[in-house]
């Protein structure tokens, strides 16, 4: 990663979407480890600002279809598109600088650095600058000013000098959420950011994804069904690695085979 100044402009990645493209394409996408099938067949596509929920039961092939499109994983067969350009095949830090972002099951924050220090290196492999001892601290405001914006978004502005790892768990995700924003994604991915958390630190946390997904593509991997229906757009239901279903909230509850295979009893009620 070449030094550079904090203050100029990242790479842009890929252009404009057309008009009525998707801005992530998935085309026949298949994953297997050996004999094993884990994805098979998957056709998927996301529009500019669309919030897109993923669901189905444990071992559908979620996480896997996640590592796909974030490239820490290469697809058997199939293409991936994103702002019009095939994916598939990419490094994941050249997929995060084209516009796309990931935050993981589990957190993924340094915990003996503060949230400030978390979030400025963030931003400094957006803005593609190498840290070292003897750069004047001046020279670093740009990126500074740009933490602190982000801090404020998430509202952790009042837990900038704290450790991260002292903080909730769900204190750690918003700083994650973030850290996320400062690559400046088009498109996020967020895979299960609920897991774990109380019924108040996930009404919290929804807000808060709502507000800063605003604008931009979200593509949700979530086992709460409240958060899903609250959050999603439009869902697609993900079963031994097909989509058996994708519709608006209210058409995935009414789908009969939906209800029998993953919703069961909750989607009665």
Do not use: C
């Not at 030094?3 to 996408?29: C, F, K, Q, Y």
């Not at 050249?94 to 400030?116: D, E, K, M, W, Y």
């Not at 959420?177 to 609920?194: G, H, K, N, Q, V």
């Not at 994804?209 to 697609?236: C, K, N, T, Y």
């Amino acid at each position: 990663m070449p030094d550079g100044d904090p203050g100029s402009t990242p790479w842009a990645g890929p252009g404009p979407v057309a008009a009525g493209e998707p801005l992530l394409a998935l085309r026949g996408l298949h994953k297997a480890f050996g004999e094993t099938e884990v994805i098979r067949g998957v056709d998927l596509a996301l529009q500019p600002g669309e919030r897109h929920a993923l669901i189905g039961p444990n071992g559908a092939g979620k996480s896997t279809l996640f590592h796909l499109i974030s490239g820490q994983l290469r697809p058997s067969a199939g293409e991936i598109r994103f702002a019009g350009q095939r994916i598939d095949g990419w490094a994941p830090e050249r997929i995060n600088r084209a516009g796309l972002a990931r935050s993981f099951q589990i957190t993924n924050v340094f915990p003996r650095l503060t949230v400030l220090e978390n979030l400025r290196i963030a931003v400094m492999q957006r803005h593609r600058v190498q840290y070292s001892f003897w750069r004047r601290l001046a020279s670093l405001a740009p990126v500074r000013r740009r933490s602190e914006e982000l801090l404020e978004r998430v509202r952790l502005q009042a837990r900038a000098g704290s450790l991260a790892g002292e903080m909730s768990y769900s204190e750690q995700r918003s700083l994650e959420l973030a850290m996320t924003l400062a690559s400046e994604p088009r498109l996020i991915l967020l895979d299960e950011p609920m897991a774990g958390m109380s019924r108040e630190e996930t009404a919290y946390t929804g807000a808060l994804i709502r507000e800063v997904a605003d604008g931009r593509a979200l593509l949700l991997v979530e086992h709460d069904m409240d958060v899903v229906f609250a959050l999603g757009e439009r869902v697609s239901v993900l079963v031994y690695g097909q989509l058996v279903a994708t519709g608006t909230p209210e058409e995935i509850r009414r789908h009969p085979g939906v209800r029998e295979a993953y919703l069961g009893e909750e989607a009665a009620a």
